[in-house]
């Protein structure tokens, strides 16, 4: 029993980085409720491209919601109307037949728009070169259980290497802050030992370069760990500021 | 410690520090204000305050009061603009109300409401204290100020006042609502346990804090 929909889309374009941008209005018909986003975005580029349009730019790869590349701020909320999910696991079934749906790119001054629905995230991987690693001396591998490290550490840590990067958090945050990215990308190595011999070091380092790029600050509106598709929790922001502040204090 | 008060925790750390510190002087406000209910002679609310304007402790505070004041306002305006500047170009349609609550989002906007009221409430009560010409009255061979006259006036003689100290006492409270738990998570005192128990304790102290400075021109409005 496949259900179809029509919508009206409102799809910001800009054409290049420099270019002022407008919405335009598209209209798609018999779209399966069963299909994902992306997949009646396709369904509209096909559209544009036989009526001799340019199609839709925007950003997708592993369509499984694990890389994090794509994003969409749809109907008001980064990643569309479902809880926990990325853009490409949002399903049709979601909206409404007849209804507008509003498509706008992540908005931000540290991610410029490219084209389209495009932005350019490279922010948050200068944010990570500037101290979101482990500096390994090379060697043999060491054995898995030389260092012992509790469970509720462990998983904890995990809960927040969960963060794929896509920048929900600074789509959501009225200040375009990237706080629950930077104490994802902190706490993953904060928790675990081989992590805390650089904690001070990284944490300054990260915080500089957040602040550089032009994101906004936390105010703790916990926009963030709503519209995360991964349910990073901000008790990771509370984690970043305890290690901020202590990396400055013993200045 | 160079830039430590232009990154974007530093201004925070300010911010939460000093909110800490206006909690604290709050407390002590509101409890020496709940005497007005309990002694329509006034003697138990002059006396109370009597003590708070002759203890020495208190003078000493008074005007690291004030720069707790000026500090929360100024680092309020520097961060709002620097948030502000994060997204020059806003969103056509957004569901933020799905995410967060209004208090939180717009802590600017509260803040600058119970500015506001401060401005009025200083011209009323703090001026007037300070400057002199309020009547003496004794108590126990002591003579003193009769603020209790001061305040109950007010009360008794204008509606309109008793209503905008009620509307301040709820605006407080919505700032406290979110500003209370918010000041612990940004000074780092959070957990995945203290998280949602610093939310609870902070939705009451807000409740406590809005209800007992709204109940004293209820109070007066009502009784007289």
Redesign the interface.
């Known amino acids: 029993m496949e259900n179809t929909i029509n919508l009206t889309l409102?799809v910001?374009r800009q054409n290049g980085p420099k270019d002022k941008g407008r919405?335009e209005t598209y209209k798609v018909e018999n779209i399966s409720t069963d299909s994902s986003f992306l997949e009646m975005m396709d369904i509209l580029n096909e559209q544009l491209i036989k009526e001799n349009k340019e199609p839709v730019a925007f950003d997708h790869d592993c369509r499984e919601g694990i890389c994090g590349m794509c994003s969409l701020?749809i109907?008001?909320?980064p990643h569309g109307p479902d809880d926990d999910v990325t853009t490409c696991q949002l399903h049709m079934r979601k909206f409404k037949d007849g209804e507008t749906v509003?498509i706008?790119p992540w908005?931000?001054?540290?991610f410029p728009v490219i084209k389209d629905l495009m932005v350019d995230r490279t922010a948050f991987d200068k944010i990570i070169a500037a101290g979101g690693y482990v500096s390994v001396s090379t060697g043999g591998v060491p054995d898995a259980n030389a260092i012992p490290i509790p469970k509720v550490d462990a998983d904890?840590a995990m809960d927040a290497a969960s963060c794929i990067g896509c920048g929900a958090c600074v789509a959501?945050c009225?200040?375009?802050?990237a706080?629950l990215f930077v104490s994802a990308k902190v706490s993953q190595l904060a928790l675990l030992p081989q992590g805390r011999v650089e904690a001070k070091a990284r944490a300054k380092a990260m915080?500089?370069k957040?602040?550089e790029l032009?994101?906004?600050?936390?105010?703790?509106?916990?926009?963030c760990e709503?519209?995360c598709p991964k349910g990073v929790?901000?008790?990771n922001?509370?984690?970043?500021?305890?290690?901020?502040?202590?990396a400055?204090f013993s200045? | 410690?160079s830039n430590?008060l232009t990154?974007?925790?530093?201004?925070?750390?300010i911010m939460s520090i000093s909110g800490l510190f206006l909690m604290m002087f709050i407390c002590v406000h509101l409890g020496v204000n709940l005497l007005l209910l309990f002694d329509d002679s006034g003697e138990l609310f002059n006396l109370g305050a009597n003590f708070m304007a002759t203890n020495p402790l208190i003078k000493v505070m008074e005007p690291v009061l004030g720069l707790g004041f000026v500090v929360h306002i100024i680092w309020s305006f520097l961060?709002s603009l620097?948030?502000y500047?994060?997204?020059?170009?806003?969103?056509?349609?957004?569901?933020?109300a799905?995410?967060?609550?209004w208090a939180?989002?717009n802590?600017l906007v509260l803040g600058a409401l119970v500015l506001v009221f401060l401005v009025m409430h200083i011209i009323q009560f703090f001026i007037p204290v300070k400057t002199g010409g309020l009547e003496a009255t004794m108590i126990d061979g002591v003579e003193m100020h009769n603020t209790y006259a001061l305040v109950a006036g007010l009360f008794k003689s204008s509606v309109l006042y008793c209503i905008l100290y009620i509307i301040g006492g709820a605006l407080l409270g919505f700032h406290l609502g979110?500003g209370f738990?918010?000041a612990f998570?940004?000074?780092?005192?959070?957990?995945?346990y203290w998280?949602k128990r610093l939310q609870c304790i902070g939705k009451i102290f807000a409740i406590v804090v809005a209800v007992g400075f709204a109940i004293i021109p209820l109070y007066f409005l009502i009784k007289f």
């Open positions: 409102k910001w919405f701020y109907n008001g909320r509003t706008e908005r931000a001054a540290a904890e959501a009225k200040n375009s802050s706080m915080i500089a957040m602040d032009g994101f906004g600050g936390c105010t703790n509106t916990g926009a709503v519209e929790s901000i008790t922001i509370a984690r970043l500021n305890r290690q901020y502040l202590a400055r200045e | 410690m430590f990154a974007s925790i530093g201004r925070k750390f961060i620097q948030n500047k994060a997204r020059p170009v806003g969103y056509d349609k957004s569901n933020a799905y995410s967060s609550t939180s989002r802590m979110h738990w918010s998570q940004t000074i780092g005192m959070s957990n995945q998280l």
